[in-house]
């Protein structure tokens, strides 16, 4: 079983500036890991993915994630932000089998002009 | 529009009766899921297809619930003697046999009085 953590449940930022939204995960299994966002009313949308390779990924909209196997986190990343970001922000893990997603409680980024 | 497709937008039913749903994946997509999404959480894993067949349900999915996928197209997700604790965004994804991305729909939302 997997389990995801979302430390932070709101995240105020002024427009412009940069943003780390955390994540960590446990499982006894290899996984792949996601980040979604969700806008108000609306479905999730992928923003970047770690299946291997390169622990550094980068995303739609300027945002990257970097994948740390020994603190088991897979933190996401934006140095600029913008009023648009505002959003519900999701990490996630599956194994790599039958792959249901296992998420976080989510992260509300709201940016302040 | 060739994305995952939910019918209905928005479901207000009243406590006892029952409810269906239905999901259209994209085409050629074989794996289907169901997440269920309440309020300030993130998205929790229902149920999940390989074409027709349902390969695995959460313990979450109480008798009260049933999914259907015939001739692995659609899916249908049915509540009976719906409950007040049934109110919740019911999610649909769909992902290719080979691919790792879940694409959403844009989800059912359920109100329960």
């Known amino acids: 079983a997997q389990s995801v953590t979302q430390l932070d449940s709101q995240v105020p930022v002024f427009e412009e500036a940069p943003v780390e939204l955390r994540c960590n995960y446990s499982s006894s299994v290899s996984v792949y890991l996601f980040w979604y966002v969700q806008y108000p009313n609306q479905g999730l949308q992928l923003l970047l993915k770690y299946l291997s390779g390169s622990t550094l990924v980068k995303g739609i909209n300027g945002f990257e994630a970097e994948f740390n196997k020994s603190q088991t986190s897979f933190h996401l990343r934006k140095p600029s932000v913008h009023i648009s970001d505002t959003a519900e922000y999701f990490c996630?893990?599956?194994?790599?089998?039958?792959?249901?997603?296992?998420f976080g409680s989510g992260t509300r980024l709201q940016v302040q002009p | 529009d060739t994305g995952v497709s939910q019918d209905p937008r928005h479901k207000i039913t009243k406590r006892g009766q029952n409810v269906t749903f239905r999901c259209d994946p994209i085409?050629?997509?074989?794996?289907l899921y169901w997440y269920r999404q309440t309020l300030g959480q993130g998205p929790e894993f229902l149920t999940y297809?390989?074409?027709?067949?349902?390969?695995?349900k959460s313990r979450l999915l109480s008798d009260r619930f049933s999914a259907e996928r015939p001739k692995g197209s659609f899916s249908t997700l049915e509540i009976q003697r719906t409950e007040q604790g049934d109110s919740a965004m019911y999610l649909c994804?769909?992902?290719?046999?080979?691919?790792?991305?879940?694409?959403f729909g844009p989800g059912t939302r359920l109100t329960v009085l």
């Open positions: 996630a893990v599956s194994d790599t089998g039958r792959r249901a997603l296992t």
């Open positions: 994804a769909s992902r290719e046999r080979t691919g790792n991305e879940q694409f």
């Open positions: 297809f390989q074409n027709e067949a349902q390969l695995e």
């Open positions: 085409s050629e997509h074989n794996r």
